[in-house]
């Protein structure tokens, strides 16, 4: 027996329906390039650009055990910005110890025709490369992120992503999934998930073993966006209701009642 106040999507009119759809159109291709974006920021801090691993995860939060921070951000997003020819020279640099007569002979060109469009200062946020004082600043162990970063990611992601699954679960909300619990856990998981997200990225700067755990939270966010995203669009468009479910489930309140009037 399903409850009275339950609504199947096959009882919405068909503009909400249309409302549902697209929303979750776009939330889907909006999950799509997050997940595009944790790729490009994180795959190749390890070396090895093919995939994201726990060791990026580890690089991005703990910091690196070997890497500076500009050979991190050089195998990283800045990969692209210099050919590899270039690079290797900033990184046999960096590896002997980084001394002022190779930065003024070898690497101060490379710096000023490839880096300094961006790098000259007058972008606040981003860390001036116009010295050797201030590239000898990134040459020093890798620390990972910035305890600042983390707190500014952390608030944008904690109310961002509450408001992505407050609007896709209140749409699956109206799917009809049994036993009940199931559909509980998949609902609860992202908002668990989020926190334990959030809260694992400073114990892996302190312990870089809890990458796992941003990893699996990860991984789990997804599921439950994936099987909340396709249950829902399958359930609106192609999904006929059990006849029983039908009667009490589809229907309105107030055609039950005139209903169970009439079998009195
Ligand atoms: C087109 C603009 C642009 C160019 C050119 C560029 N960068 Fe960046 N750089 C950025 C932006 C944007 C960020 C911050 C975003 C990020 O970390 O992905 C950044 C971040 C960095 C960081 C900091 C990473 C951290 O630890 O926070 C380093 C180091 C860096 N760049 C080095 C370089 C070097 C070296 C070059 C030249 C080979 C270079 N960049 C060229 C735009 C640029």
């Not at 990026?56 to 921070?69: F, K």
């Amino acid at each position: 027996m399903s409850n009275r106040h339950f609504y199947h999507f096959s009882a919405l009119p068909m503009s909400m329906r249309m409302v549902y759809t697209m929303t979750l159109l776009v939330l889907g291709t909006g999950y799509l390039f997050a997940m595009l974006q944790v790729f490009f920021s994180h795959a190749g801090l390890d070396g090895d650009p093919s995939m994201v691993s726990a060791k990026d995860i580890r690089t991005a939060y703990h910091g690196s055990e070997s890497d500076t921070r500009l050979e991190t951000a050089l195998k990283g997003p800045m990969a692209d910005m210099l050919p590899p020819e270039e690079r290797k020279v900033i990184f046999s640099w960096v590896k002997d110890g980084s001394k002022q007569a190779g930065y003024e002979e070898k690497v101060k060109p490379i710096v000023e025709s490839r880096c300094l469009a961006c790098h000259d200062g007058s972008n606040p946020h981003l860390p001036k490369l116009t010295s050797y004082e201030e590239l000898g600043k990134l040459t020093q162990k890798d620390e990972g992120a910035t305890i600042p970063t983390l707190v500014r990611v952390s608030h944008i992601h904690l109310f961002g992503i509450t408001f992505i699954f407050f609007i896709v679960s209140s749409i699956f909300a109206h799917a009809y999934l049994k036993p009940l619990w199931l559909k509980c856990v998949v609902i609860v998981l992202p908002f668990l998930t989020i926190l334990t997200d959030i809260f694992s990225w400073y114990l892996t700067k302190m312990f870089p073993g809890f990458a796992w755990f941003i990893i699996i939270s990860g991984v789990l966010m997804g599921f439950s966006f994936t099987v909340q995203w396709v249950v829902s669009m399958w359930q609106m468009w192609f999904y006929t209701l059990p006849d029983d479910i039908q009667e009490c489930g589809g229907a309105l309140p107030v055609m039950r009642r005139k209903l169970n009037t009439d079998d009195v």
